[in-house]
């Protein structure tokens, strides 16, 4: 070939190329954005979204941090900051913000600075509240260490479809202040409890707050990850079994043991991401007097009678599926409760995807990346099981538990089988919500209380 066909050929080849690009959509650049393959209930709602930041105290709480090792424990004001999103007047999706968070496993580790970064969201910092409510209230609660920005592409994509989210930095178990282990073991159901009373006080008629008629605080979800997941369970209603009771000093324990509190009335529904706690998970941190189920005994267990979704990857190393959270779903028998399960991946598949500034720093990467999945994937995931979830048992809505009442439990088995107009064939058996080739990898249980 001489030169000028050669030139001209490149130029032809150059040209697709260029019109391809021309029209190549945006990057997701902000958490909870849908992909293409997204199922149908990973999308935003109706609703702009608001966001404010609450700063609440929970007065005259055990300082567990500061406890002896033997004599009364020190009494003190918890401090907790929340972040609060909610249906905002707007078209859906436009707004536009930052979440300032820190990197890092607690403050003073210089292999894992607190490293300042920002993470964007599709929300109005202190926009007004849609006054079309009152809306159900769910708690977002995150691991340790985490915080209240950790999942925000999903407390934005619920408060966008009509929920009023709240989530939590749990003192002493964020990346900028973890401290002692104990303080998180006890406090978690604590902080979860609270924070819905302070909801429910703050929605109230006449309360001078901008949630005022907004929070239906008696249709209440608590949404956990990791140890969120294992405070979710135990508020409602999965106490701990005695034999963790030298895990905390002062005997602090023993008012999360079952039959030693009562269970707030107003959660109905809980969502465990990955939920730590587990036997697999009490040994693999070196504690060998656990119960038959980590923190849980049989009677513990039987005493989560709220509607529970349980999230978890196959091959996870930190809570664990075979002896970890699948026992727990099992085991759970006076409730109806669901299992979603991501085949191969390991710990990490509720958070927001690695934000940039993790990338030179291999530890706080893999604290939020899954080596199997795209972060991205998992979020919309994540998105449509837990609306479904939330619809059926929080408004009521009957027809989401179609997305939920699969015919085959591993979604690598379906058949994708319709007619030319798009309606199933008699042998179809795919999963509602997903289109064909986009169900992969992923399990779906459900078992109902004895």
């Known amino acids: ?20 690009q021309t029209v190549a959509p945006a990057p997701l650049t902000v958490p909870g954005d849908t992909r293409p393959d997204a199922p149908e209930l990973a999308a935003r709602g109706q609703y702009a979204v608001g966001v404010r930041t ?10 567990i941090v500061n406890a002896p090792k033997e004599g009364a424990i020190p009494r003190y004001d918890r401090p907790l900051t929340v972040e609060v999103w909610y249906p905002a007047p707007g078209v859906s999706g436009s707004g536009s913000t930052t979440y300032p ?10 292999r894992r600075p607190n490293t300042p970064f920002e993470t964007p969201g599709r929300a109005t910092r202190d926009a007004p509240a849609v006054q079309a409510g009152p809306f159900p209230l769910v708690i977002l609660s995150h ?19 009509g929920y009023i989210v709240a989530s939590i930095d749990h003192t002493d178990s964020t990346h900028g202040d973890k401290a002692a282990f104990a303080s998180t073991l006890v406090n978690r159901a604590l902080d979860d409890t609270f924070v819905i009373g302070e909801m429910a006080r703050l929605g109230a008629a006449g309360s001078g707050s901008f949630l005022s008629n907004v929070v239906n605080a008696d249709q209440t979800g608590i949404v956990g990850y990791s140890m969120g997941g294992y405070g979710a369970l135990n508020a409602a ?15 602090a324990f023993a008012q999360r043991q079952v039959g030693n509190y009562t269970v707030d009335p107003r959660i109905k529904a809980v969502v465990a991401l990955a939920p730590w706690g587990g036997d697999a998970a009490v ?14 005994e049989d009677a513990g267990l039987a005493n989560l009678k709220v509607p529970t979704m349980f999230i978890v990857g196959d091959r996870d190393d930190v809570a664990f599926y075979e002896g970890g959270v699948k026992p727990l779903f099992e085991n759970a028998v006076n409730t109806e409760r669901y299992m979603v399960v991501y085949q191969n991946a390991s710990h990490n598949s509720a958070p927001n995807p690695p934000p940039t500034a993790s990338l030179g720093n291999f530890d706080d990467y893999m604290h939020y990346a899954e080596p199997a999945w795209d972060l991205g994937r998992l979020n919309n995931l994540n998105q449509h099981f837990v609306t479904a979830f939330l619809n059926l048992k ?8 179609e997305y939920l009442n699969v015919p085959v439990q591993k979604s690598n088995d379906i058949k994708f089988s ?33």
């Open 54 to 63: 609450l700063n609440l105290v929970n007065r005259g709480q055990q300082d």
């Open 143 to 161: 691991g340790y260490p985490g915080s209240r920005i950790l999942m925000s592409y999903l407390g934005e994509n619920l408060a966008s479809k």
């Open 237 to 251: 209603g999965a106490g701990f079994g005695p034999q963790m009771a030298p895990l905390v000093p002062g005997g």
């Open 418 to 450: 319709r007619n030319a107009d798009g309606t199933p064939k008699p042998d179809d058996t795919s999963w509602k919500g997903f289109k064909d080739r986009t169900a992969r990898g992923i399990e779906l249980y459900k078992l109902m209380p004895k």
């Open 1 to 20: 070939m001489n030169r000028s066909r050669l030139t001209l050929s490149l130029a032809l080849l150059t040209v697709p190329l260029a019109a391809a």
């Open 394 to 401: 929080l408004k009521g809505q009957a027809a989401a538990a």
């Open 101 to 110: 968070d820190v990197l890092g496993s607690g403050p003073g580790d210089p």
């Open 283 to 296: 040994k693999a941190i070196g504690v060998n007097f656990g119960g038959k189920y980590g923190f849980w």
